[in-house]
């Protein structure tokens, strides 16, 4: 079956199609899951009178977003009652959240995403402890199935503390009383242990290699490297290797976590992956808000990629990535959600405007990332670093069809200037809300607004049922007890010195 999906503009993400890959009155021709050709529209209509036709001069066609890091929620944590605490104190204090099961959270991540425009994403798994570790994946799994939407599944493990980074050191700074108790505490395991992993992605990677629908792929996804022993990380790598996964890795989200590499190791976790041969092409680095330039050097020289999560970043207080320098070391660059952005929403338009503008810094000769830059990395970068480059991404024959229709009539009306380029408009002007259709690997999963293989209605009303409120005093006493203790030992480290990349108001 041929479809035509037509629009004022087609953004293809290919030179060849025009300057910045832009076809005006253009249009794809879609067969089954695959683009035929991209070209005019009333061409393409004269060689295809029979193909059906979606879209009219009302709407801008452009590949799906791809939200490259996030960790598949749908109810946002602070719909579930979480608190935009620096990551380092909300390690220690979890502000008691409601509970959702998983396949339904899953679903509504999904269906959110839909919404906004998102065909594909990486879900970093969050485990809630061993006992659910291999169960809660599946069930996710299973959501991500039935939704449609392309996904990089992400299995998570750490095998060192997740309260603090230097378990002994922190102990060390405690009263004698309590000493004991946060020993136990902190090595409590909170994902599977690795035996259990590497058999779990063994089996998994080998299931979804071979999934005739094609929409999901395993990835790796240590914690972090302040949370991950060096043979854990040796040990992901030989199987991303053999297996040919993706890894991501949260790297240098916050400047506790550059403080301690450079205590702890004499270098940065950059320096410190390196020289464990961690990095690679099919590596990622989600967050790198505390990358030297040293570092976005050895990250381009590996051909790592850096996936940046601008709204996260400020509401958990860990500050701004330096895009423009990571930019011109010409390291790939994504962008994600991290479930949690600046309208506690799933808009990837936001997303990029936030990322333009937070780099646009005083001074006539601050550099700036061009926004067609931008908007790649939220589609054809985010493709390509989720391991999806060959099938999604662009808007050209050969790929298989990920793309969106968005109503342009709060883009353009009542005017916009003719010389205003098209993704800028989008940049400056889009909104998820103007999402109309979503196609993934050809199959229409939303039109005219409304989901066409989900049923949202149900799906809200059955995790509406489910949602367990937080228990007033759930969590762990002792955790209170350490919180001062915790603000104490990293307050400490704030004496590093450091070099801003970003001088945004200084007197
Ligand atoms: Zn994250």
Redesign the pocket.
């Known amino acids: 079956m041929n479809t035509l999906v037509r629009g004022r503009y087609v953004l293809t993400m290919n030179e060849r199609f025009g300057a910045d890959g832009i076809v005006q009155d253009g249009a794809v021709l879609v067969s089954d899951e695959n683009i035929v050709e991209v070209g005019k529209y009333k061409d393409l209509k004269a060689q295809h009178p029979t193909a059906t036709i979606i879209g009219s001069p009302r709407y801008w066609v452009m590949p799906g977003f791809v939200n490259a ?1 996030q ?1 598949g929620r749908g109810m946002t944590s602070f719909q579930l009652g979480g608190l935009d605490e620096p990551l380092e104190l909300s390690r220690i204090k979890t502000t008691p959240q409601a509970q959702v099961p998983p396949y339904l959270d899953t679903l509504y991540a999904a269906l959110r995403m839909i919404e906004a425009g998102v065909t594909t994403c990486l879900h ?1 798994n969050s485990s809630r402890g061993p006992a659910q570790y291999e169960s809660d994946i599946r069930e996710r799994l299973r959501a991500y199935q039935q939704a449609g939407i392309r996904v990089s599944f992400g299995l998570d493990i750490r095998d060192r503390s997740h309260m603090v980074y230097g378990d002994e050191d922190f102990v060390a700074t405690l009263p004698p009383d309590l000493q004991e108790r946060a020993r136990q505490r902190m090595m409590q395991p909170r994902t599977a242990n690795a035996e259990d992993y590497f058999r779990l992605a063994g089996m998994l990677s080998h299931e979804y290699g071979n999934n005739p629908e094609g929409r999901i792929k395993i990835f790796l996804t240590p914690a972090g490297p302040q949370w991950c022993s060096e043979d854990l990380l040796r040990a992901i790598r030989r199987l991303s290797e053999e297996r040919g996964l993706g890894i991501q890795i ?1 790297v240098l989200e916050t400047k506790y976590q550059r403080a301690y590499f450079s205590r702890a190791y004499g270098k940065s976790a950059v320096e410190w992956l390196d020289e464990l041969g961690f990095l690679a092409p099919r590596v990622s680095l ?1 967050h790198g808000v505390w990358l030297s330039e040293r570092d976005a050097g050895i990250i381009a020289r590996t051909g790592s990629a850096v996936v940046h999560n601008p709204s996260s970043n400020l509401r958990l207080k860990s500050g701004i990535a330096p895009l423009a320098l990571l930019h011109n070391a010409r390291i790939p660059l994504a962008l994600g959600l ?1 479930s949690s952005t600046l309208n506690d929403d799933m808009d990837m338009l936001q997303e990029m405007r936030l990322s333009a503008n937070l780099q646009r810094t005083p001074g006539v000769a601050a550099a700036t990332v061009p926004l067609k830059d931008i908007f790649r990395m939220g589609t054809a970068n985010g493709s390509t670093v989720l391991g999806w480059g060959e099938v999604s991404g662009s808007l050209e024959p050969g790929k298989q069809a990920d793309m969106i229709l968005l109503d342009s009539r709060p883009l353009s009306s009542f005017y916009l200037s003719n010389g205003q380029n098209p993704i800028d408009a989008l940049l400056y002007r889009g909104r998820a809300s103007s999402v109309d259709t979503v196609m993934v690997n050809g199959e229409i999963l939303y039109q005219g607004k409304k989901h066409l293989r989900l049923n949202a209605q149900d799906i809200s009303k059955q995790l509406k049922k489910s949602i367990q409120p937080a228990a007033r005093n759930a969590g762990d006493p002792i955790e209170a007890e350490l919180l001062p203790y915790a603000v104490r030992y990293y307050q400490a480290w704030d004496d590093e010195p450091l070099t801003p990349h970003y001088i945004v108001n200084s007197i």
């Open positions: 890091h960790h970093y949260h989600a991290d």
